[in-house]
Each structure stands twice: as structure tokens, then as C-alpha cells.
Nanobody, 122 residues
Framework: QVQLVESGGGLVEPGGSLRLSCAASRTIFSIYTMGWYRQAPGKQRELVAAILHDGRSINYVDSVKGRFTISRDGAKNTVYLQMNSLKPEDTAVYYC???????????????WGQGTQVTVSS
């Protein structure tokens, strides 16, 4: 059974930082593209960042460039999203996704985590 288990969300003040973690089954982590999506209330789910199985390519949505960093640790089968200089507009449920292809937006054979809430508010 493939599982993606996210953690690290919470409430933070504007300008603060959080690090999200997504632990994956060993069977997929070494070969799958991993990504983080987010969905704010009333909005569509959007891709935040993605990283290939070997870490060679990293993509970010424009709104988080320079503030968020995605990384992966093969020894721990975990992908991280370090979020700095957080803004209220970053408030959303953040989801981890695993894709069997180079395209993180693929719709077949993918896996999703359960989501973790990030709230940026003073």
C-alpha cells in the first residue's frame, strides 16, 4: 500500500517560516516525481513546486520563487517544502503528490497525501 504522509503545517505569523514534510513509501520514492500543491478556500488546487526523482529539476510557481525551497532526502524517503517569508496569501491546505512520470501534473498512477493546513495570520 502506497502512502504519502504529510506533516509540519500550522499557524504562523506573516514573515515567519514553516517546513512541510512528506514521507513516502520506499517503493515509489526513488523513481517518482514529487510535488507540493496547495488549495485555498474557494480556489482551485495549484502546483507550488516539483522535483524529479533524482533532484535534477525543480520547478516553482512564480508567487513562491525566492521564498520556498523543495528538496528530497532519499535516505528518509521524504520530500520537504521549506517556506520562508510567509504571507497571508500562502494560507491553504498543502498536499503532497507523487507522479510516475516526469510530468507532476499527470493524472494516472499518481498518489496524494491527506493534506496539511498552513495558516499565515497575525
Amino acid at each position: 500500500q502506497v502512502q504519502l504522509v504529510e506533516s509540519g503545517g500550522g499557524l504562523v505569523e506573516p514573515g515567519g517560516s514553516l517546513r512541510l514534510s512528506c514521507a513516502a513509501s520506499r517503493t515509489i520514492f526513488s523513481i517518482y516525481t514529487m510535488g507540493w500543491y496547495r488549495q485555498a478556500p474557494g480556489k482551485q488546487r495549484e502546483l507550488v513546486a516539483a522535483i524529479l526523482h533524482d533532484g535534477r529539476s525543480i520547478n516553482y510557481v512564480d508567487s513562491v520563487k525566492g521564498r520556498f525551497t523543495i528538496s528530497r532526502d532519499g535516505a528518509k524517503n521524504t520530500v520537504y517544502l521549506q517556506m520562508n517569508s510567509l504571507k497571508p496569501e500562502d494560507t491553504a491546505v498543502y498536499y503532497c503528490k507523487a507522479s510516475p512520470s516526469f510530468n507532476i501534473a499527470a493524472m494516472t498512477g499518481v498518489y496524494w497525501g491527506q493534506g496539511t493546513q498552513v495558516t499565515v495570520s497575525s
